[in-house]
């Protein structure tokens, strides 16, 4: 599965994107957050309070309760506001 970051997700992680393999288990958005916080510091920093993380999944906004079976694509960014 492909992940692609944006905004201060993206400085904070320190790549713009990445392909990972989550394990067994890993089978929601919400999972797939706590997951990706596990692998270092720089991920720590950027998801430590997912509730504050946007998702769409194969470009389709989702929430973190939706599961990510046969995704392709996770984009993970802050919340935007317009103007």
Same mark, same amino acid.
């Given at each position: ?51 504050? +993380? ?13 599961? +990510?079976?046969? +995704? ?12």
């Amino acid at each position: 599965m492909k992940l692609v970051y944006f905004a201060w997700v993206r400085e904070r992680i320190g790549t713009a994107e990445e392909t990972v393999e989550p394990p067994r288990g890993v089978d929601t958005v919400g999972d797939l957050l706590g997951w990706l916080r596990t692998r270092g510091d720089s991920y720590e920093a950027a998801l430590a309070e997912p509730a504050a +993380i946007r998702v769409a999944l194969d470009h389709d906004h989702a929430d973190h309760e939706a599961s +990510i079976s046969g +995704i392709r694509e996770v984009a993970l960014f802050p919340p935007m506001t317009g103007g």
